[in-house]
């Protein structure tokens, strides 16, 4: 999930310096979107995670 984020963040990049703004916007917000679900579903594991002692 991660790394999606991260190939729409490099596809709003690239957007954005070609000058397509409607595009940069849309892979802005879906990036943004996928970054907080992964952060979200990582703190879900953290705590139901298996806990060695």
């Known amino acids: 999930?991660?790394?999606y984020a991260l190939i729409f963040l490099v596809v709003a990049l690239i957007a954005g310096f070609?000058?397509?703004g409607g595009i940069a916007g849309?892979?802005?917000s879906i990036a943004k979107?996928?970054?907080f679900v992964f952060l979200v579903?990582?703190?879900i594991s953290l705590i139901t995670?298996?806990?060695r002692f």
């Open 33 to 35: 979107i996928l970054f």
């Open 41 to 43: 579903l990582f703190v």
């Open 49 to 51: 995670g298996k806990k």
């Open 18 to 20: 070609l000058g397509f």
């Open 1 to 3: 999930m991660l790394r």
């Open 26 to 28: 849309t892979a802005t």
